[in-house]
């Protein structure tokens, strides 16, 4: 029985040697894959392009939009969805009224969208090396850039404000029991 014991020790401790040898190779195996995707990942960041150097704002996270009160929650021309003509009894004169006013401020939104990337690539390049010499134009060119967001921002206002105009008080409070649902016709409103 002792010697049964013993080879089984034996057997033990030899399998447990073999074991300890077998988890350093695989704790060596995962350092060398964890520093190869440590480097991927370094690679991959530095051939990343940089950021938009003037997105949306770190202040407005959280915060509601300025025209907030307008939106509707829902995108494109929702006027025309079976769903909310039923839903709100959207009549053929509102939907005409609503095709017009969609029509004369989306030529203009279009537009004012194209001005903003315009002065939003102008900057680009310009805060790639900054040098004290060059601040006079970067202010310049980034006043230009807010401008050009204010712009859109009030066109993207009236739109909203003219759909809102040819809705009834009864229809506006139906739709706003509606924002933020989770029914199959809410989306969010994109003002590009």
């Known amino acids: 029985m002792r010697r049964f014991v013993l080879f089984g020790f034996v057997v033990l401790m030899s399998s447990g040697a073999a074991f300890a040898q077998s988890a350093k190779d695989i704790q060596d195996e995962l350092k060398i894959e964890t520093d190869e995707l440590k480097a991927k990942l370094e690679a991959l960041a530095q051939a990343a392009p940089a950021p938009a150097p003037f997105g949306p704002s770190i202040f407005y996270k959280g915060k509601k939009e300025p025209t907030a009160a307008l939106q509707t929650g829902l995108q494109g021309t929702w006027w025309r969805e079976p769903y909310w003509i039923k839903e709100l009894t959207v009549t053929t004169d509102q939907q005409k009224k609503m095709d017009e006013a969609f029509r004369q401020h989306k030529i203009k939104l279009i537009d004012l969208n194209a ?34 967001r204010a712009g859109l921002e009030k ?28 029914n199959p016709w809410s989306f969010s409103l994109q003002t590009k």
């Open 155 to 182: 066109a993207n206002a009236r739109l909203l404000l003219a759909i809102r105009e040819i809705m009834t008080q009864e229809q506006w409070d139906k739709l706003q029991t509606h924002k933020g649902n989770n």
């Open 115 to 148: 001005a903003l990337e315009k002065e939003e690539l102008i900057l680009e390049p310009l805060v790639q090396n900054v040098t004290p010499a060059d601040d006079a134009k970067i202010l310049a060119e980034i006043d230009r850039v807010a401008d050009a």
